[in-house]
């Protein structure tokens, strides 16, 4: 029995680990170091692109829910994010360089997962993963489609830039976590009435980048570019990602009138990036109009923030809940081509591929994930939302099954589903050893 698992990002790691855990032997397909997609730089595996953040590690949000449910069930993608996290307030970040290093390691040491670096143009296993990302290669974009009916969608995503800490002006920054949370794990540039105006003038007159077929309206809200957003309104980046809600400026002792927040990108503690400043400006553009933020007026840019065209199927039309082809049961999707959105949410999906694979190929009964999980949840979203309208998905308490009594309290609501999903997923755990 040959099981290919194609792509060695996030979902195809965690897939094939998962798969080999249970003794069977897979083949990891990976294209680089041969050819690398227009977002990837690294020749290791599960390089983050986007962004170094995995979102809120609090058990009682939707993703630190499903952070804690991957946990459970023994993922091996968010141990390895654990173990080489920075301080990130209440989210879980990473240093993107040392994550990267550490998956690639464990999957390395596996002896019945052999990697094969080649650029794949066609599925050749008796089972076949693709697990190849959001930009996906063109020589297996055409194979994708015959399976898939030629039913692709798209939006587009970006990123934001990196820059080094020894550039950034102190005396026009502060140390602080929003509201105390946290050890004081961002740095932040505030900005008083005046510097932020003149700051959103030149954004939204900035001059962007040409990117093929870009449309507004296609644009994932979560990674909106910082330009986009500014151009519904002064108050829309002010009250987003410039919100000062829960600063202080000791220089001060008052609220800014707003301020950018720089995370930190490495265990090192010299590069940070610019929370929120997803873009698509030119690079100049970027440089000048950034450095508009009194505390970067001499930042030093080791990335500039860029755009990509991200690709997935019209998984309703065509996958079931275990993220086979409901017409082809030997062939499995994984990570955001399956329709999930987010690192977590794609490292979810190469779990429960491989599990999946696993059961079928034991002759055991498929798991119920439960849609009173995240996890079981977003399967049951990719699979049998309405296509037509279909987009991708991050983990939310919107998906899941309803409590079986009214809370009126929010924040009560959330830890009873919070609860209710973790007794859930514990007794699954019990099935998968």
């Known amino acids: 029995m040959k099981i290919d698992v194609i792509g060695a990002g996030l979902a195809g790691c965690e897939c094939a680990m998962q798969i080999a855990d249970r003794g069977f032997e897979v083949n990891l397909i990976e294209m680089k170091p041969l050819k690398k997609s227009p977002a990837h730089h690294a020749d290791t595996f599960a390089e983050l692109v986007c962004s170094n953040s995995l979102k809120s590690n609090d058990v009682n949000t939707a993703g630190g829910l499903l952070k804690e449910e991957l946990r459970i069930l023994g993922s091996h993608l968010i141990e390895c994010a654990d173990a080489t996290k920075v301080p990130a307030g209440g989210a879980l970040a990473v240093d993107r360089d040392l994550f990267s290093q550490a998956v690639t390691q464990k999957v390395k040491s596996y002896k019945n997962i052999k990697i094969i670096n080649k650029i794949a143009n066609k599925a050749e296993g008796d089972i076949t993963v693709f697990a190849s ?88 809200e979560s990674c909106m570019p910082i330009e986009v957003m500014a151009k519904r309104g002064m108050d829309t980046i002010r009250f987003g990602p410039l919100k000062p809600v829960g600063l202080i400026d000791p220089k001060t002792q008052r609220r800014p009138w707003a301020v950018l927040q720089l995370r930190k990108e490495n265990n090192y503690d010299t590069l940070y990036n610019l929370v929120g400043f997803q873009t698509h400006l030119t690079f100049p553009e970027q ?66 591929a491989g599990v999946s694979i696993v059961n079928k190929l034991q002759g055991k009964q498929q798991i119920d994930f439960s849609t009173k999980t995240i996890i079981g949840a977003l399967s049951k979203y990719i699979s049998s939302s ?48």
């Open 386 to 433: 309405c296509g037509k309208f279909f987009q991708p998905m991050n983990a939310n308490f919107g998906i899941l099954d309803g409590l079986e009594i009214h809370e009126r309290d929010k924040q009560k609501k959330k830890q009873m589903l919070s609860q209710r999903s973790i007794e859930h997923i514990r007794q699954i755990a019990t099935l998968l050893k």
């Open 133 to 220: 990302g959001p930009l996906t290669d063109e020589d297996l974009i055409g194979e994708i489609s015959k399976l898939c009916k030629n039913e692709f969608l798209h939006f587009f995503d970006a990123a934001s830039p990196i820059i080094t800490k020894d550039s950034i002006d102190f005396d026009r920054a502060f140390i602080s976590s929003r509201y105390g949370k946290g050890d004081d794990d961002y740095i932040n540039c505030p900005m008083n009435k005046a510097e932020f105006e003149d700051f959103w003038n030149e954004l939204v007159n900035a001059e962007t980048a040409h990117v093929k077929d870009f449309e507004e309206n296609m644009v994932f």
């Open 287 to 352: 440089r000048r109009v950034f450095s508009m933020i009194p505390a970067l007026k001499n930042a030093e840019f080791v990335r500039y923030g860029v755009m990509h065209k991200n690709t997935y199927i019209n998984s309703p039309d065509l996958l079931d809940k275990n993220f086979s082809l409901i017409d082809n049961q030997n062939i499995y999707f994984a990570g955001q081509i399956s329709g999930v959105e987010g690192y977590v949410e794609s490292i979810a999906s190469g779990l429960v």
